[in-house]
């Protein structure tokens, strides 16, 4: 590969990060797998990491941009009784790391 085409792929790789932010490597699940909820269901959270052991990384749930679970070592919660709308992600945090990876955000709506 010639040094123009990687400057170029390099410009690209960049505005991809800059473009989109943070590239997401973790997944938010919710289960049951849907996004509508009736008040007062019940709904577990589930942060997968996608690599190394599950008890490599600690967990947090984000609710509307602010912390809702903080940091702890479980990839699951589960809220017995949702009652509020919001955008959800999770972000895990690897032991040997200060550097957080965190997921797409996922709507959740409650009537």
């Known amino acids: 590969m010639?040094?123009?085409?990687?400057?170029?792929?390099?410009?690209?790789l960049l505005n991809t990060l800059l473009?989109?932010?943070?590239?997401?490597d973790a997944v938010l699940t919710i289960?049951?797998?849907?996004?509508?909820?009736?008040?007062?269901?019940?709904v577990t959270f589930i942060c997968d990491m996608n690599e190394g052991e599950e008890t490599d990384w600690?967990?947090?749930?984000?609710?509307?941009?602010?912390e809702f679970i903080p940091y702890n070592s479980y990839?699951?919660?589960?809220?017995?009784?949702?009652y509020e709308s919001g955008e959800y992600h999770c972000c895990g945090l690897r032991r040997s790391s200060d550097e957080p990876k965190c997921s797409k955000t996922l709507s959740v709506t409650v009537s």
């Open 19 to 24: 473009c989109c932010g943070q590239t997401p």
């Open 31 to 42: 289960e049951p797998n849907r996004s509508t909820f009736y008040s007062g269901e019940s």
């Open 75 to 82: 990839k699951s919660y589960r809220l017995e009784h949702l």
């Open 58 to 66: 600690s967990y947090q749930i984000n609710m509307n941009g602010q």
């Open 2 to 12: 010639s040094n123009m085409s990687l400057s170029v792929l390099g410009l690209l």
